[in-house]
């Protein structure tokens, strides 16, 4: 399922525009419905929970402010404000975006407001589809349960962004008639109760590939009691992902990541794209800016630059492991502050090669549209660095049918994101064995993962004619690539716990995690403010950047939310701490 909807343009929901995509609707628009026409049968009912499903994306509508302020892949307030990117383009392009990186956003930023906006958008279009499937007839209630299932698990699922965003947000149900609620509560509770009953209800696959399943809403579930410490509920629901036998690790790590692969075995929870389906403005529209910009791949925009901490997270040492406590004492190898004219020899030194499908860097091939131009590819070097993104970026060879062959720009995609692979499951299970269960079944679970990325298969190949990408790839690895898997026993729990954390961050690269990942853990001001102190050295608009430990771990409330909040002049809604 594709979340594009048949009647693309009917009346519904506070007069917002739907847009969703996929096979079986797709079909050009034949006019508006009303609410009530929709609300009669289950046809209608489940228009209105596609419509819900739309907004997974991060975009409903410019009304609600653009795509990019509230992207499903969270590249702003996950990985840049994380520290696996930079900003990217240059200072006067999105601007907005600076104060999130160096952890000073107030409380009118248009980014947080649109984020705001979509998913509270999401939550309104859930609950109209609850309240439609709770009132029809004709239908069993087998079938009611199970749709209305569906919709609590998109519920819980906004919820569940907001609240890790924002942390002081109000809950919203079906039954709610005053929306001006006030956020004096922890609604991990309500977000929870959305996932348990969607756990229950939803069947282990769907007939149509975007529907919630009962493993998505276990893992979902499994990391709200994360957000808590709460590892003794969360490795049940884990554990039973695991054993469904539904999920896989895709054979290739790059898999992942390729627009003509969609809701593959590893695939836990994607959100659908689609394109050239009778509209332009569709497929991966939260990162249309993240491309190389000039002469690269997408023709826009140069944002959501990799950061020299993150490249240098992928170096290992003799025994192909990686260097938990010291992996940034030493860079790996630049093209900064050179010609693009200049020789340039990629660094020698042992990589992993996931690497490689994370990052782009100098003279080693990207995809199949040549080797990287390093900081030709850069919009402006001070802002962006080096690197580029390319977990999101397209092949060459599919341009103009799985991107967008009329859009203002190439870069919307086929390529889904990915929210919750089954990588990240066995990660995440393996985070609660180390605090509740076996350090050897923890060490397990990471070694699935490594020997995954230790797949020659899955290895960057060097071209065979550098100068002519067109003839293909080599057998030759791109670069020294070294990874194994932990081969001796875990003994001590704080080194356990940290190889876990450290091969989350790298198999998760630049997928909108580790921000959260780092509060959740509650060593964000710690690390950030290490990052901080030596990227302003290499990126000057960070200097006197700084992470305020019970501040900057959430983004401030939006001042229009609070405005729209207001009986008898006075705001339900109240300020997070800090701002």
């Not at 907005?96 to 930023?109: F, G, M």
């Amino acid at each position: 399922m594709n979340y594009k909807l048949a009647l693309g343009t009917g009346t519904l929901l506070l007069g917002l525009v739907w847009a969703c995509n996929d096979k079986f609707l797709e079909q050009k628009p034949f006019g508006a419905v009303n609410e009530s026409t929709l609300s009669a049968n289950l046809t209608g009912a489940d228009a209105l929970l596609i419509a819900a499903y739309s907004n997974m994306d991060g975009f409903s509508s410019w009304d609600n402010g653009s795509p990019w302020g509230s992207a499903a892949s969270n590249w702003t307030y996950g990985s840049i404000a994380g520290g696996d990117a930079y900003k990217g383009s240059e200072a006067n392009d999105q601007p907005d975006v600076v104060p999130i990186e160096r952890h000073e956003t107030n409380a009118n930023n248009p980014y947080p407001q649109s984020k705001w906006n979509t998913y509270y958008d999401g939550i309104a279009r859930a609950n109209k589809a609850i309240q439609a499937l709770k009132s029809i007839s004709g239908v069993t209630e087998a079938t009611r349960t199970a749709k209305i299932a569906e919709a609590r698990f998109l519920r819980g699922f906004y919820h569940y962004e907001l609240k890790r965003t924002f942390n002081k947000v109000p809950y919203i149900d079906e039954t709610v008639t005053e929306f001006r609620l006030p956020n004096d509560k922890d609604i991990w509770p309500n977000i929870q109760e959305d996932l348990k009953f969607a756990v229950a209800n939803l069947p282990l696959k769907q007939t149509e590939p975007g529907r919630a399943t009962k493993g998505a809403a276990q893992s979902l579930l499994g990391i709200t009691y994360l957000w808590k410490q709460d590892y003794t509920n969360a490795k049940p629901l884990f554990d039973a992902v695991i054993a469904s036998g539904v999920y896989k690790l895709n054979a290739k790590y790059q898999d992942n990541f390729d627009a003509a692969i969609q809701n593959s075995g590893e695939g836990v929870l994607e959100v659908q794209q689609a394109v050239n389906i009778g509209t332009d403005d569709q497929g991966n529209n939260g990162d249309v800016l993240n491309f190389p910009y000039g002469s690269g791949p997408g023709g826009c925009c140069g944002f959501h630059q990799p950061s020299q901490n993150l490249v240098n997270a992928f170096r290992t040492d003799a025994n192909g492991l990686p260097l938990l406590k010291t992996y940034n004492d030493v860079n790996v190898k630049n093209d900064e502050g050179t010609k693009t004219t200049d020789a340039f020899v990629p660094d020698a030194a042992n990589l992993d090669p996931r690497l490689d499908w994370t990052v782009g860097r100098r003279s080693i091939p990207y995809l199949d549209w040549g080797l990287h131009g390093g900081i030709g590819w850069q919009r402006d070097p001070a802002y962006a660095g080096p690197y580029s993104p390319k977990k999101n970026v397209y092949y060459k060879s599919q341009e103009g049918t799985l991107t967008s062959a009329s859009g203002w720009t190439k870069g919307y995609n086929t390529n889904n994101v990915k929210l919750i692979r089954y990588a990240e499951v066995l990660l995440l299970a393996a985070e609660c064995e180390v605090e509740v269960g076996s350090l050897e079944t923890a060490r397990k679970y990471v070694n699935l993962v490594r020997a995954r990325a230790a797949n020659p298969d899955g290895f960057v190949k060097a071209y065979v004619d550098n100068t002519k990408p067109e003839k293909g790839f080599s057998e030759k690895p791109a670069a020294n690539y070294l990874v194994k898997q932990y081969a001796t026993a875990w003994t001590d729990k704080a080194v356990a716990r940290d190889a876990v954390r450290f091969e989350r961050r790298i198999e998760l690269g630049m997928e909108g995690n580790r921000r959260f990942d780092l509060v959740r853990w509650g060593v964000a001001d710690v690390v950030l403010n290490e990052y901080l102190a030596t990227e302003s050295k290499r990126r000057t608009y960070l200097t006197g950047a700084k992470f305020t430990k019970g501040k900057s771990e959430y983004e401030p409330i939006p001042n229009q939310a609070i405005t729209r909040s207001s009986i008898d002049g006075k705001p339900t809604l109240v300020q997070n701490d800090g701002y």
